[in-house]
């Protein structure tokens, strides 16, 4: 699938996207092993502390699926105390690029028999009981530590088509919840005239005090700047952590600060920011640590921008694998309509950070 250019505001706006985010199946090798099904909750747990962070990417990926009919369990642990016969699932462990070697899988692997050995089943208790809870009955599992590779979509399926297709290419089971990564692209009407604004606003800014660079941070529901800044990384003071992105979230910080607010801890949660540059790859993980939704800026950073596929190509505000993702448009319109400060936001050299 083709990424579409989003244009709006009447063409002045245009919405940047990750275009190197592959589309299509890509696989990823996984490492699977066989556990019984009453131990998944626990194996599951486990697993997440063996291999930490690992799969967290591939959260459109089902952990367990059926064993196969072929899996060989001895005899003696096929059936439970009660002569039931006892279920398996494969379940997906870690993938191969995070360890290629098997054995070394395996060995991590290995207290999950001790865990099995040990599972006890908790009886239920009948509702409204007022018995006090009956005593967890002993109900050794089996398991062993043997993985098998398996392949499955390396990236969340934009479709449920796709989800249902690649699942049957693979063999792996996905899970469809919705294209999460999904950025929506519509800017309303309001939106875009607020932009608008808020540009002429930054550049203005950057002209009054006379820096070639400005961040502007705003609360777009009360319509108020929360953060102002621009950038003091190459004055006489030589601060060069002082890029006028990071300044502005400081400044917001002490915006919170001063109205002794600290809601839930993200500084710019639901907040847009305004800038007159794309911003370095600092500043642009510096704003999704603090939870922007939206960034426009005017000029981009030939280089050393970090939302750009054409820049450096990090497209930070749009990797699957970091944990918050904002929009990001940038002002294609004419300067003049940005006010009489829109012609002083110039480009700024290949190699320069903002
Ligand atoms: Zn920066």
């Known amino acids: ?23 299509g199946f890509h696989a990823i090798g996984i490492w699977t092993t066989v556990v019984p099904a009453r131990l998944s909750a626990a194996a599951s747990a486990f697993i997440k502390d063996a291999f930490p962070e690992d799969t967290d990417h591939l959260g459109h990926v089902r952990r367990f699926t059926t064993a196969e009919s072929t899996y060989e369990v001895p005899a003696e642990h096929a059936t439970d105390a009660q002569g039931k016969p006892v279920t398996f699932l494969r379940m997906m462990v870690c993938t191969e690029p995070y360890l290629s070697d098997a054995a070394a899988v395996e060995d991590l692997l290995r207290p999950l028999v001790q865990i099995a050995r040990d599972f006890q089943l908790q009886p239920k208790q009948p509702k409204n009981s007022t018995e006090p809870a009956p005593a967890p009955v002993a109900m050794p599992l089996f398991y062993e530590p043997r993985v098998e590779l398996r392949t499955t979509a390396r990236y969340t399926p934009e479709t449920k088509q796709e989800s249902t297709e690649w699942s049957r290419e693979s ?9 999460t990564a999904a950025i929506p692209t519509e800017m309303s ?7 608008l604004q808020y540009l002429a606003k930054v550049a203005a ?6 820096s070639a660079i400005a961040t502007l941070i705003v609360d777009p529901e009360a319509d108020t700047i929360v953060g102002a800044a621009t950038d003091s990384q190459r004055d006489a003071m030589h601060r060069p952590l002082e890029h006028a992105a990071m300044t502005a979230v400081a400044r917001v910080a002490e915006w919170r600060q001063s109205r002794e607010d600290n809601s839930d801890g993200y500084l710019c949660r639901g907040f847009h920011v305004y800038s007159t540059h794309e911003p370095c790859a ?43 993702q904002y929009e990001a448009w940038k002002y294609v319109g004419a300067r003049q309509d940005l006010g009489e400060a829109g012609d002083n936001v110039a480009p700024v050299a290949a190699g320069v950070n903002v």
């Open 1 to 23: 699938m083709k990424r579409k250019l989003n244009f709006t505001a009447n063409g002045a706006l245009l919405e940047i996207t990750n275009s190197k985010r592959p589309s």
């Open 171 to 179: 063999g792996w089971p996905l899970m469809w919840r919705g294209n």
């Open 189 to 195: 009407e309001r939106d875009q005239q607020q932009a």
């Open 205 to 210: 800014h950057a002209k009054a005090e006379g």
């Open 282 to 324: 600092m500043c642009a993980m510096a704003l999704l640590h603090s939870r922007i939704t939206r960034l426009v800026y005017i000029e981009a950073a030939p280089s050393t921008g970090a939302i750009e596929p054409e820049s450096s190509g990090l497209c930070i505000h749009a990797q699957d694998r970091l944990n918050w």
